[in-house]
């Protein structure tokens, strides 16, 4: 166990990014799958589980694809506040994070995942029916490999990409000598950080 007593802010700002670095570049890492909150259309929160793609610490954005005929997309289009939580569960470590979606609208972008992402993956955004669609049984809904192959109708134009602007950061540690929890809110040029009581 690392000794985290005498950990400065800065060491724990460095540490979260890590975490969150780990997310990607780690096979199971704890902070893979992220959950996010949105705004329902109708004003309740909704929730869930989402696989954290790309993690740009200089830029301060964390991204994420999904299906953009998806309700959460909807309720982004109309309110980008976001709010993403995970924990490692061994470390005793909660990350949330709040900040701002946009949908990335740049092609040369949005191709190059396309292109390097798994078959097995763009399957997924070839459903004909939108996420959320009632069907009589589970099966109504899978798509076979072979359908849809044509070039017009690959999946893509339901493919989105989503970067979340990160506006503040929040890390909580669980330890026997004591928790320790930190707030860093970030902005173009840095950030500002601060103890809090856990
Ligand atoms: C392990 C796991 C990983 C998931 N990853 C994603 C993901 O990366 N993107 C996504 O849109 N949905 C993902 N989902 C599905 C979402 O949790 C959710 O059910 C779906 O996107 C519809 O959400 P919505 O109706 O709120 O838009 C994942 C679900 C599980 C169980």
Redesign the pocket.
Known sequence: MSDTASESLTETYDRLWSCLESGVNVQRSPFT?LQAATLGVDGAP?V????LRQVSRADRVLS????AR????AELRRDPRIALVANDLDALVQIRAEGVASICDDEAQRRAIWQSSRPHTLLLYRAPLP??TPVASPEAAHVAASEGAAPTDDGYENFCLLHVTVKRLDWLELARAGHRRAVFDLHESGYESRWIAP
């Open positions: 799958m909704k869930r589980t989402i696989v994420f694809h999904t299906d998806s309700e959460k997309v996420p959320g």
